[in-house]
């Protein structure tokens, strides 16, 4: 009996330590991290949502540690995975993992506000492009002498109007770009036209006089005039200080500014006569009515500008200055001269004689009101 309990007692403490190590074992096993695999998954979720928002846009510096604390969660989770089981640690992966989602979050949250914050700018900007383009083309389109500023004005508009496709389709970044460099681009434009207009228009007051002495005139001579104003376009018949007719005209194509020499096609500005009238048979241009330029104030400005070398010397002062028949076209064309469409020549020519004035002048409206208009 002795023997067999000893035996069995021999057995015992053999399989003891066995069984201990399998307790150990077990509990080391219940009781070892896990991987945070929820973690991980919440993080990733967050960061595509963040970058669905264009929050690598719109908040690129939480975005940025949001994808740092990321790739760092799967590095250390890919060091603890080449350790042995029972010696794996997640703490680390934890913490990133935690931290990427919250960065995703927070980077979700202000790429929604600054996106929103960057379209109310964009709408604004749009606006006030918008409104110097309107400007633009309504007045400073028409001055002859910008090609260069125009070139760079017509890319500025390409470049808006790509930016506004951009905003319609709600990316915000690459319209805020293109935009911001068609804005530069329509405001240097802008400014270099207005600056030629604003120059143009210190002569509004001598236009004035020109204007108010010639309608004096016709009412105490009980006569017809004419008078031109080049900016609008258009020629308007008075008969006792009285408007009868209004037509449209075609210009010089260096419309912009006074008559300065043969050759540099513009219409000239300054109170005249008509000093003859050709029917069809003296005229290529249908019907029409010879002017005295140059006057005795070209002749005097000429002369100057030849003195101080502003016109070169072989330069000639020019004249056959005329009001003709063949315009309508809508554009500038003549070499200085102004067209009217045939029909209206007719009733013009018919009105007036030789010894009419014919009084030509820049604008009858001041700048101030001209760039009220759209």
């Known amino acids: 009996m002795r023997r067999k309990l000893k035996r069995k007692y021999k057995r015992v403490l053999i399989l003891a330590p066995t069984f201990t190590f399998i307790i150990v074992i077990a509990i080391l096993f219940l009781t070892k991290d896990k991987p945070p695999t929820e973690e991980i998954k919440i993080a990733r ?3 595509s949502a963040a970058k669905a928002a264009n929050a690598h846009q ?20 890919g060091l603890e995975n080449k350790k042995f089981y029972l010696f794996r640690k997640y703490d680390k992966v934890q913490a990133f993992a935690q931290k990427s989602a919250k960065f995703a979050s927070s980077a979700l949250g202000q790429a929604d506000s600054n996106s929103k914050s960057l379209k109310r700018e964009l709408e604004e900007k749009i606006r006030k492009i918008q409104r110097k383009i309107d400007i633009f083309q309504a007045n400073f389109d028409k001055i002859p002498q910008i090609d260069e500023t125009r070139k760079q004005y017509n890319k500025g508009k390409i470049l808006f109007g790509e930016g506004k496709l951009a905003f319609e389709k709600a990316n915000y970044i690459v319209a805020e770009q293109k935009i911001d460099n068609a804005s530069r681009l329509i405001e240097k434009s802008y400014n270099h036209a207005n600056s030629i207009l604003v120059n143009y228009f210190e002569n509004y007051p001598k236009w004035q006089r020109w204007v108010n002495n010639t309608l004096d005139q016709s009412r105490n001579n009980c006569s017809y005039c004419i008078i031109v104003d080049k900016f609008a376009r258009e020629c308007f018949l008075y008969f006792k200080g009285t408007l009868k007719e209004k037509y449209e005209i075609d210009l010089g194509k260096n419309w912009i500014g006074t008559k300065n020499h043969q050759g540099d096609y513009t219409t000239p500005e300054g109170i005249y006569k008509i000093v003859d009238k050709k029917n069809s048979g003296r005229t290529q241009y249908y019907k029409a009515m010879l002017i005295n330029y140059p006057n005795d104030e070209d002749k005097a400005r000429f002369a100057q500008n030849k003195k101080n070398g502003t016109i070169p010397s072989r330069k000639r002062i020019g004249d ?12 500038d064309w003549t070499q200085g001269c102004i ?29 101030s009101e001209i760039m009220k208009l759209p």
């Open 58 to 77: 719109y908040s690129k510096n939480l975005y940025k540690s949001a994808t740092a604390s990321y790739d760092s969660a799967m590095y250390y989770w």
């Open 320 to 331: 056959l200055i005329e009001i003709h028949g063949h315009g309508g076209k809508g554009a």
């Open 45 to 47: 979720e967050k960061l």
């Open 339 to 367: 067209a009217l469409a045939n029909e209206d020549i007719d009733k013009i020519y018919a009105r007036v004689s030789t010894g009419t004035t014919v009084t030509i002048v820049g604008s009858l409206r001041p700048l």
